[in-house]
């Protein structure tokens, strides 16, 4: 078990309850996405696991070790945060030595340094920006610094905060193909995400979350079967799902290979 949430709760000093006995198991190598409306505690609840929110009570366990017990330099060894805006996190003059930055905090060996600080760049697709100011890129890039610059410290966990917001159509594809590249590496990803055809591409199990509880928590297929689970309703099927239900196919499928896979069944079929 990597991450642990144990009967978390959360309260903000003006009162306000944000995770109200909130808890959750994740193994090493899942890929889970926690979704679920404005203001339900999928901020909160990442801040506490990466050590930045204390529970009121409840505890929270990254690989063994009670989170509020560490300092947030130990986690950061653990646990790599990608916020929902870039400029929580960028502050160096260029992106190379943005990214570079973590790797060099951490102490690790100058080969080592330089070789995570390559391949973050380049599986961003930031080769050629390593030597911009971050701040003249756009959005959707910085974005994408901030990523690469978690992705160079080389944790094992990799939280991402809302990472397609703001990143066009070839960023998004490059998003899923790099989690799942991260999910072949044996990384643990958990994101927070409103994006329902990002979740069926590259996510295995959704969490659910809605004013502070856990709502749902099983596998991604299982949540995208809409009228047979009431935590969906919310939210908008993906591209694929809706598709499939205008053709009438009588099994939910959610995403681009599936659906592929059903027209060739259907089109053997006849
Ligand atoms: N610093 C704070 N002080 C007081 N209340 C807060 C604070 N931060 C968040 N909240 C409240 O806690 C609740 C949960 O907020 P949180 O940001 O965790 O939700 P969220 O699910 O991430 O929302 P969103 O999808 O809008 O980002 C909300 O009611 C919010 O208003």
Not at 157 to 171: A, Y
Not at 242 to 263: K, N, S, Y
Request: proline share 5%; with cysteine; net charge negative.
């Amino acid at each position: 078990m990597v991450l642990r949430v144990d009967s978390l709760s959360h309260r903000y000093p003006n009162g306000t309850t944000a995770l109200a006995d909130v808890s959750l198991t994740v193994r090493a190598g899942e890929r889970v996405a926690v979704v679920g409306p404005n203001g339900a505690g999928k901020s909160t609840l990442a801040r506490h696991l990466i050590g930045i929110a204390r529970p009121t009570s409840g505890t929270v366990t990254v690989d063994g070790r009670d989170a509020a017990g560490l300092e947030i330099a130990e986690l950061a060894r653990s646990v790599g945060f990608v916020f929902q805006n870039p400029d929580d996190q960028l502050h160096a003059a260029t992106v190379a030595k943005e990214v570079g930055f973590g790797p060099r905090n951490l102490g690790f060996p100058a080969d080592r340094r330089t070789a995570l600080t390559q391949w973050a760049l380049q599986v961003t697709g930031l080769t050629g920006e390593a030597n911009s100011h971050p701040r003249h890129l756009s959005f959707g890039e910085r974005k994408r610094v901030a990523f690469a610059s978690v992705l160079a410290m080389d944790t094992p966990i990799i939280v991402l905060d809302e990472p397609t917001t703001g990143q066009d159509h070839r960023s998004v594809v490059l998003l899923e193909e790099l989690v799942t590249d991260l999910h072949e590496r044996g990384k643990t990803i958990l994101a927070i995400t409103h994006d329902t055809d990002f979740c069926a591409e590259s996510f295995d199990r959704v969490v659910v979350l809605s004013e502070g509880r856990v709502r749902w928590d099983g596998p991604v297929e299982r949540w995208l079967e809409g009228d047979r689970n009431p935590s969906m309703s919310a939210f908008e099927q993906p591209q694929m799902a809706r598709l499939g239900r205008r053709l009438g196919w009588p099994t939910p499928v959610a995403t681009v290979d599936g659906f592929l896979d059903q027209l060739t069944d259907h089109a053997a079929a006849r």
